[in-house]
């Protein structure tokens, strides 16, 4: 298989490096193209992947075609290739944040069997710790969704989601590292507040949070569980938690949680 990336900003060269890296793809399989000249070119040196001069030339020369450009200028590439793409009935792949597979049909005008995959991957793909959804169209084959299911596994981990789940899945996968981070840094300024130095307090959080993320991946337990295993009777971690809890620790959350969601339905039918 060839793979074309269309746009190689920060996202298609975290996915590159990660599916060349984890040996999905060989890089002589991939072919680029960027409106960024000088970039793209440097990019491909670096990595030993093809440049291309175009969109159209792109599209010529692979069988699955990455849209990994902002989501405004979708509708543009798609309105300038729409010929060839059903020409070549390459697959698809979107990555596009916010833009249902409808939209992209609707971009495409036409009734002909475009297989089409959309992607929610989330920043962690750039250090091979990422959250991706996958959802094919009624055009896309069980192969065709695997394989792109396969492709995001080599970056971390993907899921195969209905895409009414889309939003759900932006806003506990694509939004949350966000709120994550915001957790670490309150855990650090708390240490700070309480005499240590700000790096070293936020390596610390950084750290029992990652541990415990991967603790909660790796023994298969309920979060419960593992917070009931840490709060001893009369102790320090039952006081914390009733004290975070009083302060409406899980309600604040998911109303967070609700937020992102409704914006990204807002932005999905915009
Ligand atoms: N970054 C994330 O964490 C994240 C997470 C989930 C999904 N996504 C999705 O990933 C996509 C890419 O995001 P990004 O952050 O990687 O964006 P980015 O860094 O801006 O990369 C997009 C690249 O495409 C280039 N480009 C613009 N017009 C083009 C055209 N007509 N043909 C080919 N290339 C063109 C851009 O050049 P210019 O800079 O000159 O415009 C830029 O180099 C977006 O749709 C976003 O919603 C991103």
Redesign the pocket.
């Known amino acids: 298989m060839k793979i074309g990336f ?9 996915i590159i490096k990660g599916i060349i890296e984890k040996e999905f793809i060989k890089a002589k399989n991939i072919y680029l ?4 000249t000088d ?2 070119t440097e990019f491909s040196k670096e990595i030993g992947a093809n440049v291309c001069r175009s ?1 159209d030339e792109l599209i010529r020369s692979v069988d699955v075609v990455v ?5 405004n ?2 509708e ?2 798609l309105n ?1 290739t729409r010929e060839l793409i059903i020409e070549k009935s390459p697959l698809l792949i ?6 249902p597979i409808e939209k992209l049909s609707t971009f495409l005008r036409s009734k002909e069997e475009v297989s089409i995959v959309r ?5 962690n ?2 250090i091979g710790k990422g959250a991706a959804a996958v959802c094919g169209n009624e055009f896309a084959s069980k192969e065709q969704v695997s394989y792109v299911q396969n492709m995001f596994q080599s970056l971390g981990m993907a899921w195969i989601l209905p895409e009414k789940d889309f939003s759900n899945f ?1 806003a506990l996968a ?1 939004s949350s590292p966000a709120y994550a981070y915001l957790f670490i840094d309150s855990i650090a300024r708390a240490g700070v507040k309480n005499g240590l130095p700000k790096d070293l307090a936020t390596q610390i959080a950084a750290q029992a949070v990652l541990g415990s993320a991967a603790m909660i991946l790796e023994s298969a337990e309920n979060p419960w569980t593992l917070i009931d295993r840490v709060s001893s009777p009369g102790g320090t971690t039952v006081a914390g938690l009733i004290a975070l809890e009083d302060e409406g620790f899980i309600s604040t959350v998911v109303k967070g949680i609700d937020a992102t969601i409704i914006k990204d339905i807002e932005l999905n039918s915009k």
């Open positions: 269309v746009g190689t900003g920060n996202m298609a060269s975290a193209f960027d409106v960024m970039k793209v969109n849209l990994s450009v902002k989501p200028i979708i543009k590439i300038e979107s990555i596009a944040a916010g833009t992607v929610m991957p989330n920043v793909a750039m932006t694509g």
